[in-house]
């Protein structure tokens, strides 16, 4: 089992739409979350961090869910420029605390049409 | 400028040969890493290092070798090429005050023939 799971999609979307992505993880003491964002053959960068309590970054909202193992991304008001894979990422926790490392998953991509 | 920069940014290689990739970084930060991202595979750890001294194999490192010259510089060495590492990779740079964040650079596409 993979320690980081989505569905790789892709997700199709009118403009205008909201659209859902979950991330899975599989060990139960990683300590920290994001979404990264990732353009066709481009680097990886930080979308948002995932805090437990829930946060919001305008259009976008991450949640944390400890106790089912599952992260989730919302996209309220999709645009054109939202096309991209969206990938979750989770830091395990080591024995001496945070490693420094990330386990990255292998990404949703959507598509946002006009 | 940017701030990670990874030469070459494409490669075309045979099968044998011997390969180095090399990242730079004008962040000062000390934690340095690289990846490899397959389709479908997502982003895979080879190598990390947290500071000049330090070097530590990631998930994948079989086949490949790391250098980390100075604070700013982490290479990447395949030192025999084969087809199977046909792959984009990316260095990647973070330390304690950028949290968990890490800044990716642009990435080297490498195909082996």
């Known amino acids: 089992r993979k320690e980081v799971e989505q569905d790789p999609g892709p997700f199709n979307v009118p403009e205008g739409a909201t659209v859902a992505f979950n991330c899975t993880y599989s060990n139960s003491a990683s300590q920290s979350f994001f979404w990264y964002r990732q353009d066709c053959r481009k680097e990886p960068k930080l979308l948002m961090s995932v805090y437990s309590s829930g946060n919001e970054d305008g259009r976008f909202t991450a949640q944390l869910n400890r106790a089912s193992q599952y992260i989730s991304l919302l996209i309220r008001d999709s645009k054109l420029s939202d096309s991209a894979t969206y990938l979750c990422v989770v830091t395990p926790r080591g024995g001496s605390g945070n490693t420094g490392k990330l386990i990255f998953g292998q990404g949703t991509t959507l598509q946002v049409k006009p | 400028d940017a701030d990670v920069t990874q030469t070459p940014r494409n490669r075309i290689t045979k099968t044998g040969k011997r390969i180095m990739l090399e990242c730079s970084q004008t962040?000062?930060?000390?934690?340095m890493y690289w990846y490899r991202q397959d389709p479908g595979l997502g982003l895979r750890l080879i190598y990390y290092s947290f500071d000049v001294k330090d070097i530590n194999k990631g998930e994948i490192s079989d086949g490949y070798s790391v250098s980390r010259q100075a604070q700013a510089k982490f290479s990447l060495s395949l030192e025999s090429a084969i087809p199977n590492q046909t792959a984009l990779y990316f260095c990647?740079?973070?330390?304690?005050?950028?949290?968990?964040?890490?800044?990716f650079g642009p990435g080297t596409r490498l195909t082996v023939l």
């Open positions: 990647a740079t973070s330390d304690l005050s950028s949290g968990d964040t890490q800044y």
């Open positions: 962040k000062g930060h000390d934690r």
